[in-house]
């Protein structure tokens, strides 16, 4: 079962940057689509940022936009989220998602696994941002 596996969280004060990774622990031939989800403490999970692997069309959430920028390396087939003007808010655990195909995906980003839905999913890197 491949799995991903993200890193590059850690804890920096307000303003600061951080750079998260996230790479399969096997080899995927392609995916659709791939995706950054955070959920902070006693909060559901949201979308950050996301975009179309093939294409690479990119999609950000409001909050994130201008400060964040997801990007990817086709070759390695590694993800990146690079977190520029950090704020307290953006404390979270950090999830990096895949969709292999179109019905894996929607808006840019993975599905959640469920009934036809085929995505991969990491288990999350904290950040943490204080004031």
């Known amino acids: 079962q491949v799995q991903l596996v993200e890193s590059g969280g850690g804890s920096v004060q307000a303003g600061g940057s951080l750079r998260l990774s996230c790479a399969p622990s096997?080899?995927?031939?392609?995916?659709?689509?791939m995706g950054w989800f955070r959920q902070a403490p006693g909060k559901e999970r949201e979308r950050v940022a996301g975009?179309?692997?093939?294409?690479?069309?990119?999609y950000y959430a409001d909050s994130v936009k201008g400060r964040f920028t997801i990007s990817q390396d086709n070759a390695k087939g590694t993800l990146y989220l690079q977190m520029n003007s950090l704020k307290p808010e953006d404390t979270a655990m950090y999830y990096c998602?895949?969709?292999?195909?179109?019905?894996?995906?929607?808006?840019?980003?993975?599905?959640?696994?469920?009934?036809?839905?085929?995505?991969?999913w990491g288990s999350g890197t904290l950040v943490t941002i204080s004031s």
């Open positions: 096997a080899y995927i031939y392609s995916t659709y689509c």
């Open positions: 998602a895949a969709g292999i195909d179109s019905l894996d995906c929607s808006g840019g980003y993975p599905l959640p696994l469920g009934d036809n839905v085929m995505t991969y």
């Open positions: 975009i179309y692997t093939g294409g690479g069309s990119t």
